[in-house]
């Protein structure tokens, strides 16, 4: 590591300790928030235990669902090792959510990119446009939703779901704030009281006090490798919101008549507990190296997004390169500075779902965990890299600093 890049980090961090301060906040806010909602249910160790087969009664599960409906203020909640990733998990409620000749409006643009051969935006005979489900969407205007399309299009056509994602997956846009999320929900239900507002909420959970059904979303979905795993989950996604929702997206996901009964934990359920349990402290600590490598970024010239002083939505920091050089060798120094993995040399290329290549730094516990320190970005103008997690503030500036190094 360079020693002016130490030098200039420990610069950064005295001018953000009002900022380390909010985030401490709102970290206390949501560990009392969970902590309740462990003691609530009762959590004991018996619920640690493991089924497998059909999972029948497993008791485990059941809590981690009503802690999960309690975090989050929502009537159910299907939390699941089952699911693959945040991507299969929203795969399941749109396919439990819609029916042929229903119409799925995203209004911010197109969503992440592994769902476009989901929703048939890339051709794929499984998609939802196979089986007669049209899409359209209206893309955000500055930044922000497009109140006047949004009114006409609600006003002329049924819309059956309104997807919502609110981080800004690979595109240049913000990510969406919980105040701009909630003026727009009020705008939807000014016209329309019966369209199912879905929100992608990956990213996003805990970066404030409140989540999207506190404010009127009708149904949420997130990923367990993601801030809620809080690094210790090793795989699963969770689905939150309306009774009737949860259980379509359960029987979707098992099979129609035993949707939430069936399903065995298969030894996770001590690890997704612990992992919601140290969520808070690690989304924290992700926020504090985001706003740190913002900072420090931009004191050696580059564009960044968000900046370092700006209210988040996500735990995603862009540093745009506008070089694809400046690019890999940035996502390299990530991976140089991991725990695991530390030797490998990421490049640039072709992966399932993208179709650009991609190259990614991920030294992780867990493969493919954006939890912890991670880096990755398309090869494609204007060259972002999109940075997110740090299971410790600590970790996450040591990789920081050899990142900037290794570009140096």
């Known amino acids: 590591m360079k020693s002016e890049v130490i030098e200039l980090a420990n610069e950064c961090e005295k001018e953000l300790t009002n900022i380390f301060q909010d985030i401490e906040n709102v970290t206390f806010y949501n560990s009392q928030k969970v902590l309740d909602a ?17 999972g029948y009664n497993d008791l485990g599960r059941d809590v981690i669902e009503a802690v999960y409906s309690d975090v989050f203020k929502a009537e159910d909640a299907l939390v699941r090792n089952q699911f693959i990733s945040g991507s299969h998990a929203l795969t399941v409620c749109l396919f439990g959510l819609l029916r042929p000749g229903d ?7 197109k969503p992440y990119d592994t769902l476009d051969q989901v929703i048939g935006i890339e051709d794929n005979p499984s998609s939802l446009k196979s089986f007669g489900v049209k899409y359209e969407q209206i893309d955000l205007v500055d930044n922000d939703f497009d109140y006047e399309n ?9 819309v059956k779901v309104i997807e ?28 329309n009281k019966e369209v199912i507002i879905m929100i992608d909420n990956c990213y996003c959970e ?14 949420v979905v997130g990923s367990l490798i993601k801030n809620l795993g809080g690094g210790i989950a090793p795989n699963g996604a969770y689905i939150v919101g309306r009774k009737d929702l949860i259980e379509l997206c ?10 939430k009964e069936v399903g065995p934990s298969l030894g996770a359920n001590k690890a997704i507990l612990q992992g919601l349990f140290m969520a808070p402290s ?9 706003c740190l490598t913002s900072l420090m970024m931009e004191k050696l010239g580059f564009n960044v997004e968000p900046k370092y002083n700006e209210d988040r939505a996500d735990i995603v920091q862009n540093i745009i390169f506008d070089d694809k ?18 030797n490998s040399l990421p490049i640039p290329d072709a992966m399932p779902g993208y179709l650009d290549q991609v190259i990614m730094a991920a030294g992780a516990f867990t493969q493919g965990s954006s939890i912890e320190l991670s880096c990755d970005g398309p090869i494609r103008p204007p060259y972002i890299a999109y940075q997110q997690g740090g299971l410790t503030y600590e970790y996450g500036k040591l990789g920081v600093i050899g990142a900037i190094s290794n570009i140096l």
């Open 38 to 54: 462990f003691r609530k249910n009762g959590l004991s160790e018996i619920h640690f235990n493991s089924t497998t087969g059909y």
């Open 250 to 259: 359960s029987e979707r996901l098992t099979l129609p008549g035993e949707g």
């Open 164 to 191: 919502i994602q609110r981080s800004k997956g690979y595109s240049t846009r913000k990510s969406i704030t919980i105040e701009k999320l909630e003026k727009v929900i009020k705008f939807i239900r000014y016209f």
């Open 103 to 109: 119409t799925l409006l995203s209004i911010c643009g």
């Open 325 to 342: 050089d400046k690019l890999i060798k940035y996502v390299q120094g990530i991976q140089m500075y991991s725990p695991v993995d530390s």
């Open 282 to 290: 690690v989304v924290g600590s992700s926020l504090k190296t985001a």
């Open 206 to 219: 805990f970066v404030t006090k409140k989540e999207p059904i506190e404010i009127g979303a009708d149904i």
């Open 150 to 158: 949004i009114e006409k299009f609600l006003i002329n056509n049924k």
